[in-house]
């Protein structure tokens, strides 16, 4: 089975700088790849997807995310956060199987 | 958003006593899960479920059980709560197995 490591369970940011979560999966033939954004209190809402394709993948919320396979990974990025990026990033990875999800990386935009 | 509601949304009750969460969707998506999040964890999937009367055991499925009587229905009970069953339980569902799943608020677990 897939397993999902996100290299940092905190990130702490200032405002408008450029932020990158890490991912990595165990490697596998065909993945598909998914970035999950958690508010307090709320479910997981899709920031973006890597089906098929191109390799860089643009997401909602100004994040972009790019598919390596040989090094199996999946970072998300973003140029400039602003405090309101504050929230829990899941990634998520699916082959054949059950979706996996990694442990979670907290992000806070501070001011 | 995707049509999705768990009740209840905050639950508190005693170790041994039995627990049923309902997930409702309104998008008529073949596959619907049952996931619960802990510190440190992650989503972990306990059952899901591929049409109606069709279900299977996922990661963390001791202890739970589940039933879909209706394609826009998926129950998820606990027949004897244990305090290692305190957790946020999410529900979810997509329409293919591989691609995204939509999420439900989620349903706050405290056993005592």
């Known amino acids: 089975a897939q397993s999902v490591t996100q290299l940092d369970s905190q990130v702490p940011v200032f405002e408008e700088a450029p932020v990158e979560l890490r991912c990595n999966y165990s490697s596998s033939v065909s993945v598909y790849l998914f970035w999950y954004v958690q508010y307090p209190n709320q479910g997981l809402q899709l920031l973006l997807k890597?089906?098929?394709?191109?390799?860089l993948v643009k997401g909602i919320n100004g994040f972009e995310a790019e598919f390596n396979k040989s090094q199996t990974s999946f970072h998300l990025r973003k140029p400039s956060v602003h405090i309101s990026d504050t929230a829990e990033y899941f990634c998520?990875?699916?082959?054949?199987?059950?979706?996996?999800f990694g442990a979670g990386t907290r992000l806070t935009v501070k001011p | 958003d995707a049509g999705i509601t768990q009740s209840p949304r905050h639950k508190v009750t005693e170790t041994g006593t039995p627990v049923t969460l309902r997930c409702h969707q309104t998008?008529?998506?073949?596959?619907m899960y049952w996931y619960r999040q802990d510190p440190g964890h992650g989503l972990r999937l306990i059952h899901y479920s591929y049409g109606v009367k069709d279900t299977d055991k996922g990661e963390v499925s001791d202890g739970y059980s589940v039933s879909r009587s209706k394609t826009e229905d998926f129950l998820l009970t606990l027949e004897s709560a244990t305090s290692s069953q305190t957790s946020v339980y999410f529900c979810?569902?997509?329409?293919?197995?591989?691609?995204?799943?939509?999420f439900g608020p989620g349903t706050r677990l405290t056993v005592l």
């Open positions: 998520a990875v699916s082959d054949d199987g059950d979706m996996r």
């Open positions: 890597y089906l098929s394709g191109s390799t």
């Open positions: 998008e008529n998506h073949r596959y």
């Open positions: 979810a569902i997509s329409e293919y197995r591989v691609y995204e799943q939509f």
